[in-house]
């Protein structure tokens, strides 16, 4: 992959779908080629069963109202491990169908060869935007922050520094500071922490929410959210 303006600003006069986990950085992402461009709709993957997404986990309800509020529609597809690149190609063909002409992602770090996303377009003949590539992460974090969005924090790795009493914190200032001095990247991009996205200047209106029992698996523990 190269670090041409190209990734930055693919989106730039163009129709996009986004690559959307309902997290920080896919909604930020987003939040800049709207600024650039024009959305037509979030593809989000599915697991087998349908009901929680596999990326973050977020029940269907809660993803829906998160589009509802941004006003855009979803493209989703249930998928195993096994099969989830041909599906997530199928949506973009779908995407294509209905006018997108780029795949905009939140991604600020990638490998330098081999990267996923650049295969997968390169297939389904539709270009690629990253617009938060290579941003500094603290940079990152305290924009989103400054924007008005509000997120919190929904699964943690106990194996990375983060701790169950993380779950259900709101990213703000003083605590991507306080996560910086425990050693924390501020983004997550190590697998430190998942977010969930409730509210922000593309949002009409807030995603009300309410949280369920704490629970852990291994290495993780999560704090489920559903509709209020």
């Known amino acids: 992959m190269n670090n041409s303006n190209n990734w930055l600003d693919g989106a730039k006069g163009r129709r996009f779908i986004t690559s959307f986990s309902g997290g920080k950085d896919s909604v930020l992402a987003l939040y800049k080629g709207m600024q650039q461009g024009e959305p037509c709709g979030l593809i989000v993957m599915m697991e087998e069963e349908g009901k929680r997404s596999r990326s973050h986990g977020l029940p269907t309800a809660l993803l829906r109202a998160q589009a509802e509020s941004i006003g855009l529609p979803i493209y989703s597809a249930k998928a195993t491990w096994g099969d989830y690149e041909e599906k997530f190609i199928e949506l973009l063909d779908m995407a294509k169908n209905n006018g997108a002409e780029v795949l905009l992602t939140g ?50 790795n106990l194996s990375l520094g983060m701790r169950k009493e993380d779950l259900g914190r709101v990213l703000t200032h003083e605590y991507i500071k306080e996560l910086e001095e425990r050693g924390i ?20 209106t807030p995603i009300s929410i309410k949280q369920c029992s704490i629970f852990s698996d291994k290495n993780y523990a999560f704090l489920p959210l559903e509709l209020d």
């Open 107 to 156: 991604d600020l770090d990638m490998p330098s060869t081999g990267c996923w996303y650049e295969k997968v377009t390169e297939k389904a003949n539709i270009d690629l935007a990253m617009p938060l590539w290579q941003m500094n992460h603290r940079e990152t974090v305290e924009e989103f922050i400054n924007l008005g969005f509000i997120t919190k924090i929904v699964t943690v």
């Open 185 to 204: 990247d501020p983004c997550g991009e190590g697998g430190e922490f998942h977010t969930t996205v409730i509210d922000g200047p593309i949002f009409k």
